[in-house]
């Protein structure tokens, strides 16, 4: 490694740079690759807990009334499905919080509700099953934007064995190798 750049030195002292058809391989594309990863993986668990979400929705509470009957059942010791559906929609909405791309630095209250409004309160009990169906349809078209993006971002990110559009070195890199070489050989 050089710089940002990485090369490829032989055993004569000469070294070329690694590239491929994207372009040089650098310390940055790995960094791409591992975050490339991590987005495809983030977006792979939206969506499933999206899937989820969607069986839940048609048993669920979805208005103020029926927030309350579900309150009247419990004094007696009863789920009603609505609210046992609701309670599911919880869980898989906190999932979803979880699952948000966070800002940099400390979390405030008014980030987590944020965050909250992101994945479109799919769990709140009051409101109608329609509502946040749609919330659920919007988050859904998002996520596969963002899949996509991050798919294409990932497109052309170059592996590190690439060896066939190497370039020689100016004879300034090659000196500045050579005695870079030479420090670290002594």
């Known amino acids: 490694q050089f ?8 055993p004569n002292g000469s070294a070329v740079p690694i590239s491929s058809p994207a372009g040089p391989v650098t310390k940055s594309n790995s960094a791409l690759k591992a975050t490339v990863e991590e987005e495809r993986q983030r977006t792979q668990k939206v969506s499933v807990t999206l899937d989820e ?3 839940l929705l048609d048993d669920a509470t979805g208005s103020g ?5 579900d309150g009247g ?5 009863v789920a009603t499905p609505g609210d046992i559906a609701t309670a599911k929609l919880g869980t898989l ?3 979803l919080v979880a699952l948000m791309p966070k800002m940099s630095g400390p979390q405030s209250d008014k980030d987590v509700e944020m965050y909250k409004q992101m994945a479109g309160k799919l769990d709140d009990p009051t409101i109608p099953v329609e509502i946040r169906k749609a919330a659920l349809g919007t988050i859904r078209e998002l996520n596969n934007k963002y899949s ?3 798919e294409a971002r990932g497109q052309g990110v170059p592996y ?13 890199q090659s000196k500045g ?7 670290h050989t002594k």
């Open 3 to 10: 710089g940002d750049g990485l090369y490829m030195v032989y």
């Open 53 to 55: 979400v969607d069986k």
């Open 65 to 69: 009334i029926g927030r309350l009957v």
């Open 73 to 77: 059942a419990r004094i007696f010791g």
């Open 93 to 95: 909405g906190g999932q």
């Open 148 to 150: 996509q993006m991050n």
């Open 160 to 172: 590190a064995n690439a060896s066939s559009n190497t370039q020689s070195l100016s004879g300034a």
């Open 177 to 183: 190798f050579q005695s870079l070489i030479e420090k």
